[in-house]
């Protein structure tokens, strides 16, 4: 399978999952639930869940470090989609929730799209990092 489809393969139910996460957060938040809770549900727990399980679906690839990369790159912007439009819906009719932190469209598009993008990819890279190595020395201490 070429990489580019495993990678999307790969990423297809957590893209679904990152898509409802944002929403959910943002109810959560007008509905007056503390900032504490709130936080707990976001993209950047879910990009280290979803890297330590591409660290395990990937293990035998043959270039596992690279796949790793190459689902990140495709979940973190798609994910940061529902924060962008959310930044929109705050702005416009003055929600006052954490999302409203831009002025305008090019910083939230750089805001949350790039810099948001790289605040999941670099920590998620990380742990998957970390996950595959512990995984490979796990499996060749079990080979000796």
């Known amino acids: 399978m070429r990489k580019r489809t495993l990678?999307?393969?790969?990423?297809?139910?957590?893209?679904?999952?990152?898509l409802l996460i944002t929403p959910?957060?943002?109810f959560l938040e007008l509905a007056g639930i503390p900032?504490?809770?709130?936080f707990l549900i976001g993209l950047l727990w879910f990009t280290l869940i979803c890297s330590?399980?591409?660290a395990h679906k990937l293990i035998n690839h043959e270039t596992p470090y690279q796949m790793l990369?190459?689902?990140?790159?495709?979940?973190?912007?798609?994910s940061r989609i529902p924060v962008f439009i959310l930044w929109w819906i705050t702005k416009k009719w003055q929600l006052g929730t954490h999302y409203d932190v831009f002025?305008?469209?090019?910083?939230a598009l750089i805001g949350q799209l790039?810099?948001?993008?790289l605040i999941q990819i670099i920590p998620g890279f990380i742990i998957g990092v970390v996950t595959l190595?512990?995984?490979q020395s796990r499996k060749s201490t079990r080979a000796l």
Do not use: H
Request: aromatic letters at 20%; hydrophobic letters at 60%; one cysteine or more.
């Open 114 to 117: 790039f810099y948001g993008s």
């Open 52 to 54: 330590v399980y591409w």
């Open 24 to 26: 959910v957060r943002f």
């Open 69 to 78: 990369l190459y689902c990140l790159l495709i979940f973190s912007p798609i």
């Open 103 to 107: 002025d305008n469209w090019s910083q």
């Open 133 to 135: 190595v512990v995984l």
């Open 35 to 38: 900032d504490v809770y709130v």
């Open 7 to 18: 990678a999307i393969k790969l990423c297809a139910i957590p893209i679904l999952i990152a």
